[in-house]
């Protein structure tokens, strides 16, 4: 498979336009089809000595959404609290849209199985790092399916382990809002509202040694 | 943006053909042009709270490119030992590519800035998650740009950051290889050489709650 300039510029493409969204239109649905491709695209992602720890749940039940609408809620109010200064501005943002979106799926971290390859050093971050790219080939794949995607991480980890019935070792990653979108944020929406500026590339890349930069945000949440 | 079949296709066949490749082309070169297409991909990947917690750092020195190769050449062999009744099938595989590839970047997490937006409950999954966000979209990109990408997790990375003179709290996630192949493989590594077979895609996937499903190669490493 030789990939032509086409196809690269759609890639790049779909990379620049995707975005983590938190306005989803109520009213929408995902086809199954379309559904089974993300997800396809999802599973298709590397892991580390192909131990593929990821498991997506599809949230099908109206009371169990709910009840995970409630808890993200609560730690959206404690988050608040715990930024100080920039409490009410946090809680003027739109950070989720749990209740809006058409398909809420868990994406959760399977007990660990031993797996040693490749992850021997460094067993718990490879396992994470695994099912995180699982996630971003979902986000590219529902973008390129013009839907919006959300990485909700808002709540502990632990409650929503219990709700969804886990098992011990279990660990539930994010919580992902799939659907149709009336428009993509044309920016990432945390700068669009001035919550924060991303840096450029160039301040991300170093020759050789780690450089000493001072991040222009520093000290910003 | 809206994207088409066309589009959705493309993206599908680079997510299908993107493989973790150790064997490169030890006269290859990679275009300057390219790599900062690859890197600008990376570094519009997700990130909680616009954190963007990662480091590209260019290993251009022959030397230092040595220091690492010999490091990962030791975990390999700590690896083998841990491993077992598999030793010998682990120590026939190529695991690596850090001498031969055309471009050897590290990707580093950096210390902790604080970020509380999305990652009170947890900081540092979160910030790992990003990282991996960032190195899978560097890993599409090489796919469409037709080069081979190999992330490498053989490493200490306590060890791995000294070496590279980051400062404590930094987190080397990935050693990547980079750079033209002869021929990309037709499925993962791990299943051409019978180490380990992946799962099904309906194995991944659950309704409501988490299903206490065997997986197929449990115990396998």
Known sequence: MHFSRTDQDS??????????????????????????RV???????????????????RILDDVL???????????????????GSRKEEFQA????GVRECAELLAVVMVPDDGTLFGRRTMP????VASCACAIQNMWLASRVENLGMGWVSLFD??????ILQCPTGAFPL????????QAFYQEPMLEETGWRKGRSLAESIDENFYADKKSIDEGIE
């Open 157 to 162: 980890p632990e409650i929503v382990r219990k």
């Open 124 to 127: 718990r971050e490879m396992a």
């Open 65 to 83: 959404r709910e009840t995970i609408a409630e808890h993200v809620t609560e730690e959206r109010l404690r988050t608040a609290s715990s930024l």
């Open 93 to 96: 943002l739109k950070v989720e």
């Open 39 to 57: 997800l396809a695209a999802a599973h298709h992602a590397p892991s580390v000595g192909l131990m593929q720890p990821w498991r997506f749940i």
């Open 11 to 36: 890639l790049y493409s779909v990379i620049r336009s995707r975005r983590d969204m938190r306005h989803f239109d109520p009213q929408g649905s995902v086809d199954p089809v379309v559904l089974e």
């Open 174 to 181: 994010a919580l992902v809002c799939l659907g149709p979108v």
